[in-house]
């Protein structure tokens, strides 16, 4: 693993440089557009040129719309042994009821993909790591299923595989004995593609979720947050999530 | 002079054996082949992404290197993939899983007595067409939404 480290420590201090030339290429051009559209070749690290994130609007969420939890769940493999109290969640809805004014509020609940987590603190192999571009991941290969990410995740994020699983996609391998969360379709974002739970939202025409890069200013999440602003569940937490929520 | 006669008594046992191994192997010869039987790829290459050689002995330098590389800085190329290998090397619409001695990796493994564990997470068979992909998985049942109701603002109570 100490390999691994020293190559991601090098390909971070290379961006910096990098990054501190595109700066000033910017400060030099103002009112150019650099739109960078194009997927990452599949031979590329991911740099923290990036922070992906989601925006989650409330009042557009459907009350009662189980859409995004079913997409994820289809897409990543997770099945029900019908036993609810152990079975994996990756995203569940929530209702908040206010008790004053009776106002509810439905919303999807997942990893908040933390820049400052407190998974990765508490993990005492590595496994749970968060990528350059800001996606917290377990790294399975690593996990011995202690876990503490689960008791000191403040969103109930993660879950833990009790039983032996059967009929994994290709691209999400998930096994007994480990823990696992949200990977914001970590498989989909490194084609350039749409986290599948954000794909089925727009597809049940309820448009309540937005994923993008959140340091790209162009972006349509970057926009909606210039404009809206988005709140941080536990913001008082100080950790600075991906996924942020409009309406509540 | 005991050293010599030992030696000399070890040189008679060992040729003996050679003598006898290779009467056993001429008498059935079609059901033993030393080594164990692995099948070759499906899909029509003849090539695998280094010699053979190479790949029998260091095949796992080779995952393992891109498994890193994939899991914590995204590279997905395809070359050294473990998916890729299960795609070349086990056909496609197989019923044939990790621990069947037909399976590509467990051909060498179960005669080499090599316990792994990539499989308890891993996908043993190709996505692609196989009865083993998407739309079988969806026969099994989802996790379902769970609601949780939470009630803000107690302090109003």
Not at chain 2, 115 to 133: A, V
């Amino acid at each position: 693993m100490s390999n691994t480290k020293e190559t991601i420590n090098i390909s971070r201090r290379s961006f910096v440089e990098k990054s501190a030339t595109a700066a000033a290429a910017l400060t030099i051009a103002p009112g150019v557009i650099l739109n960078q559209v194009h997927a990452k070749p599949a031979d590329e690290a991911v740099t923290s040129a990036k922070r992906w994130g989601i925006l989650i609007d409330t009042d557009k969420c459907g009350k009662g719309c189980n859409d995004c939890v079913t997409a994820c769940h289809e897409e990543n493999g997770i099945a029900s042994h019908g036993r609810p109290l152990t079975d994996q969640v990756w995203i569940r809805k929530v209702k908040l009821r206010d008790k004053l004014t009776q106002n509810v509020v439905s919303l999807p609940m997942m990893c908040q993909h933390c820049e400052n987590p407190p998974c990765v603190d508490v993990c005492p192999t590595g496994a749970s790591f968060k990528r350059e571009d800001g996606i917290v991941l377990v790294d399975r290969h690593i996990c011995i299923g202690c876990r503490y990410c689960m008791m000191a995740c403040p969103y109930k994020a993660r879950s833990f595989a009790h039983e032996v699983v059967d009929n994994q996609r290709d691209y999400q391998p998930r096994g007994k004995g480990t823990v696992e969360s949200c990977t914001m379709c970590v498989h989909r974002v490194d084609e350039d593609g749409t986290p599948a739970c954000v794909e089925a939202c727009s597809k049940a025409e309820h448009g309540a979720m937005i994923f993008g890069d959140m340091k790209d200013p162009e972006s349509n999440i970057s926009k909606a947050l210039v404009k809206h602003g988005g709140t941080q569940i536990r913001a008082d937490l100080g950790l600075n999530t991906g996924v942020r929520y409009r309406g509540i | 002079m005991k050293h010599l006669m030992q030696k000399a008594l070890i040189t008679i046992a060992g040729t003996v054996a050679i003598a006898l191994s290779s009467f056993a192997v001429a008498d059935d010869k079609e059901k033993a082949s030393f080594g164990p039987h692995v099948p070759h790829p499906t899909n029509g290459s003849t090539e695998c992404v280094q010699p053979e050689d190479e790949m029998k002995k260091n095949h796992m330098k080779y995952i393992l290197h891109q498994r890193d590389a994939t899991m914590h800085e995204g590279i997905r190329t395809k070359t050294y993939s473990l998916k890729e290998c299960i795609n070349c090397h086990v056909p496609e619409n197989s019923e044939v899983r990790y621990g069947d001695d037909k399976h590509f990796c467990s051909s060498c493994h179960n005669y080499a007595g090599v316990s792994i564990d990539c499989f308890q997470c891993h996908t043993d068979r190709p996505m692609g067409k196989n009865p083993h992909n998407k739309s079988n998985a969806q026969a099994t049942t989802p996790v379902k939404a769970e609601v949780a109701d939470i009630t803000v603002g107690a302090s109003n109570e």
